[in-house]
């Protein structure tokens, strides 16, 4: 079982910056699939970003494309999402995500191919 804690969420103003991270009980250099999706209320789960470990092969929402960065850190087994340039439509329930397996060659792992969810980070930006 990979246990997943998020932190770093919080409020921001519009055009400000947060960093989440997710301390995982995995290698996040390792064959996993480690992302962050996101889920406001009324509204469906949706992809942010993913990264997968053994290359480093990133994968972005086009709609945070240039404004978010998903990092990992080996040492600490921890991955981050740097998030700038928030804006009014950001805010919601961040979720870390993992799940072993190879690394996808499409323009997102579709959510399935996350095994193992954390309890999510809230973040919210006022304009």
């Known amino acids: 079982q990979v246990q997943l804690v998020e932190s770093g969420g919080g409020s921001v103003q519009a055009g400000g910056s947060l960093r989440l991270s997710c301390a995982a009980s995995?290698?996040?250099?390792?064959?996993?699939?480690m992302g962050w999706f996101r889920q406001s209320p009324g509204k469906e789960r949706e992809e942010v970003a993913a990264?997968?470990?053994?290359?480093?092969?990133?994968y972005y929402a086009d709609s945070v494309k240039g404004r978010f960065t998903i990092s990992r850190d080996n040492a600490k087994t921890t991955v981050y999402l740097q998030m700038n340039s928030l804006k009014p439509e950001d805010p919601a329930m961040y979720y870390c995500?993992?799940?072993?397996?190879?690394?996808?060659?499409?323009?997102?792992?579709?959510?399935?191919?996350?095994?193992?969810w954390g309890q999510g980070t809230q973040v919210t930006v006022s304009s």
């Open positions: 995500a993992a799940g072993p397996g190879g690394q996808w060659f499409g323009a997102f792992p579709p959510s399935v191919m996350f095994r193992f």
């Open positions: 995995v290698n996040p250099y390792g064959p996993y699939l």
């Open positions: 990264i997968y470990g053994s290359t480093g092969l990133t």
